[in-house]
């Protein structure tokens, strides 16, 4: 089985300053790995996806990650926040085989300060 | 694409009684998928199917739940005598058969169970 997590549950960072965002996942078969982000009352958006290749993933908005396999890692970055990226972030993993669901952390909350 | 729409999107209801929920995925998808999600956590996966069959089920997925996929478009869950812990956000998602399991989530249904 699969399982993420997220180091943070909340990270406060002014405007324009750069962020990150970690996740660690666990799994003994190769994985796709997944960012989501969830606005207030709506549902979630795909960030960005890895799915083999390049281990850094660029995606909406002005945010990377970067595949660690080694570290089992698949942190989320963004070189300038704006007050608009404050949300709820969440990271995924599901196998790479198969027709299996996506585990999800618990998520990071973002606020960005002015 | 018109995404994945949900029905209703709130929900208050006593405990005891039946709710029913209905998702409409995007229309060229096989793939559809319910999850929960509760405060300050991330979803959680309850089932899905793949055209009108139903795959997999969670252990979350209580003798109280149900869903289906009628004809393989729109799907219903429906849960009965609901319970106080149920309240959450119900999530739907769609994907397509060899598309990296990749998913796009519905605005989520919440529910609240007074």
């Known amino acids: 089985a699969q399982s993420v997590t997220q180091l943070d549950s909340q990270v406060p960072v002014f405007e324009e300053a750069p962020v990150e965002l970690r996740c660690n996942y666990s799994s003994s078969v190769s994985v796709y790995l997944f960012w989501y982000v969830q606005y207030p009352n709506q549902g979630l958006q795909l960030l960005l996806k890895?799915?083999?290749?390049?281990?850094l993933v660029k995606g909406i908005n002005g945010f990377e990650a970067e595949f660690n396999k080694s570290q089992t890692s698949f942190h989320l970055r963004k070189p300038s926040v704006h007050i608009s990226d404050t949300a709820e972030y969440f990271c995924?993993?599901?196998?790479?085989?198969?027709?299996?669901?996506?585990?999800f952390g618990k998520g990071t909350r973002l606020s960005v300060i002015a | 694409d018109t995404g994945v729409s949900q029905d209703p999107r709130h929900k208050i209801t006593k405990r005891g009684q039946n709710v029913t929920f209905r998702c409409d995925p995007i229309?060229?998808?096989?793939?559809l998928y319910w999850y929960r999600q509760t405060l300050g956590q991330g979803p959680e996966f309850l089932t899905y199917f793949q055209n009108e069959a139903q795959l997999e089920k969670s252990r979350l997925l209580s003798d109280r739940f149900s869903a289906e996929r009628p004809k393989g478009s729109f799907s219903t869950l429906e849960i009965q005598r609901t319970e106080q812990g149920d309240s959450a956000m119900y999530l739907c998602?769609?994907?397509?058969?060899?598309?990296?399991?990749?998913?796009?989530f519905g605005p989520g249904t919440r529910l609240t169970v007074l």
């Open positions: 890895y799915l083999s290749g390049s281990t």
């Open positions: 229309s060229e998808h096989n793939r």
């Open positions: 995924a993993v599901t196998r790479n085989s198969g027709n299996t669901p996506l585990v």
């Open positions: 998602a769609s994907g397509r058969v060899g598309a990296y399991n990749e998913q796009f």
